[in-house]
């Protein structure tokens, strides 16, 4: 296979699959849709993104703690955050071939209008109105119905416990506020985030790791006192970003605005200066993980669509092959959610100041699909360079770190296999000896490689050795005692 450009997702899945980030789940049992097993380069790159997180949002500040909570939860959970009432999707299924179809997806295709939060008998004469079909076989479509998204389980052999695998990490954030409150010593105003594993049995899972139906999230839940929602001690830096606002999605032609990440709050489109930092701050991330700006930008939810619990969000948007669509959320859930399960589980979450209890609101919440952050990443590094494909990682994400080469096997392994040893120490090293340089440097180029080491005859006399540098094919003779600093350097 010969991909010289990237033009559909479907060629980043088969892109993905010959150099090792991404399989296809069960795929030699004919595969199961929605899931999906990264290989060893997309692991790599996969925990460098998580780690990326905890340094930008934990590491570097002093106001943020990491937990990693359960992923089966008890229903009760569920109940408290409206999962069990309202996380579902309307399907219909074509009368003549039973294709299965989620609506407001097929609605948005076929007539390009935004229908997301519509009730399902708006979806339903929508259907009606504009006589939409199969997209198979144009078949009729039957009289769309619910389908609930949480993967239930059961846990225990008698009795079992009713129980969900989580649709969202959040929900342990708010389960432990009080835990986390009690252990840690955090002061509001204070965030918690979490990384892990979230499910949703997806009607329709589609463009690749997109939308999945095991899938990760990077959440934070930002909480602040509900009396001091205008003390704010940060900066929201003096930057402009184009943002799709909820009036002009109504337009029959919405236009692009140019907005300061500050006036999103002076200009009333979010509640507090915290919102607007916090959303500068999850695109900042996205800048530090090389992603370039010129490809994101951001959507507000109309109020048709915004959650049961958001009073404000947006959603920071990539310009994937398939279009702009929703990279990552950030939503105002103010007291909604530490409110309901004070209600269902009767315990006291709130937060004592000093003189009275009060329940924090969560001003903001940047919350990140892992996957879709690794296709961004991966497709704005994606480049074609005259006649190779170069992967242009940031280095810090690169999943190969550097490559040692013997020029010619048998006369150099010995002493290239010496400084393989002294660079994994290091980094993460590869090692290759078989084929030709030129196509041992063009795999690297496709694995992101940032540095090729190559020793040759003149190595062993002089211990030194050739880098070649990824993005500009430049090539230098560096000593051995020298080569870790240069690459630190
Ligand atoms: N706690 C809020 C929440 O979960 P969401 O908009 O439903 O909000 C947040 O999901 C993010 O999780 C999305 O912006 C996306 O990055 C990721 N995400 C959601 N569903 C996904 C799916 N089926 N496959 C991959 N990522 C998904």
Same mark, same amino acid.
């Given at each position: ?104 997806? $097929?609605? /948005?295709?076929?007539? #390009? %209008? *935004? ?11 929508? @259907? !009606? =109105? ?98 001091? $929602?205008? /003390?704010?001690?940060? #900066? %929201? *830096? ?11 999605? @109504? !337009? =029959? ?106 329940? *924090? ?129």
């Amino acid at each position: 296979m010969d991909i010289k450009e990237i033009k559909s997702i479907e060629d980043v899945a088969a892109f993905c699959k010959r150099k090792g980030f991404v399989f296809q789940g069960s795929e030699i049992y004919g595969g199961l849709a929605g899931f999906w097993d990264y290989g060893p380069l997309g692991t790599v790159l996969k925990n460098k993104i998580k780690q990326h997180w905890i340094k930008y949002f934990v590491q570097k500040r002093d106001d943020m703690v990491l937990i990693d909570g359960a992923i089966i939860t008890r229903e009760d959970v569920w109940k408290a955050s409206g999962h069990v009432d309202s996380f579902k999707d309307a399907f219909s299924t074509c009368t003549k071939c039973k294709k299965v179809i989620r609506v407001d997806h $097929l609605i /948005e295709d076929q007539l #390009k %209008i *935004p229908v997301e939060g519509l009730p399902i008998k708006e979806l339903s004469n929508i @259907i !009606k =109105k504009h006589k939409l079909v199969c997209t198979k076989c144009k078949g009729k479509l039957a009289e769309p119905k619910y389908f609930g998204l949480m993967f239930d389980v059961q846990v225990g052999p008698t009795n079992p416990t009713k129980a969900y695998l989580r649709p969202e990490t959040c929900q342990t954030i708010f389960t432990n506020f009080k835990n986390v409150v009690n252990s840690s010593r955090v002061k509001l105003p204070f965030g918690i985030t979490q990384i892990g594993k979230a499910f949703r049995n997806e009607i329709a899972p589609r463009d690749f790791l997109f939308r999945a139906r095991e899938f990760e999230q990077l959440e934070i839940e930002y909480f602040v006192h509900p009396d001091k $929602l205008s /003390e704010f001690p940060y #900066k %929201i *830096p003096n930057k402009s970003v184009n943002v799709l606002t909820a009036k002009e999605q @109504i !337009k =029959k032609k919405p236009k692009l605005q140019k907005f300061k990440f500050k006036e999103l709050f002076s200009k009333n489109l979010v509640k507090t200066k915290w919102h607007a930092y916090w959303i500068y701050q999850h695109y900042n991330w996205f800048l530090e993980l090389g992603v370039s700006e010129k490809k994101l930008r951001f959507r507000e939810h109309r109020p048709d669509e915004l959650s049961h619990y958001s009073s404000a969000t947006f959603d920071i948007e990539y310009e994937f092959p398939f279009g702009w669509k929703e990279l990552g959320g950030n939503a105002d859930r103010s007291q909604f959610d530490l409110s309901q399960h004070i209600k269902f589980s009767k315990e006291d979450l709130t937060y004592f100041d000093g003189e009275k209890k009060v329940v *924090p609101a969560v001003v903001a919440e940047p919350s990140q699909g892992v996957s879709r952050a690794f296709l961004a990443v991966l497709l704005d590094a994606f480049k074609v360079d005259k006649d190779r494909i170069v992967l242009k990682f940031k280095q810090e994400l690169a999943p190969i770190e550097v490559a040692v080469f013997p020029l010619v096997k048998k006369q150099h392994r010995e002493l290239a296999r010496e400084v393989y040893e002294m660079l994994r120490e290091e980094s993460l090293a590869f090692y290759d000896e078989t084929g030709s340089i030129g196509k041992r440097y063009r795999r690297m180029d496709e694995s992101g490689c940032p540095y090729c080491v190559t020793i040759d005859h003149d190595s062993i006399k002089k211990k030194d050795v050739t880098i070649r540098e990824r993005d500009s094919m430049k090539q230098k003779r560096v000593k051995i005692k020298d080569l870790v600093e240069y690459l630190k350097d």
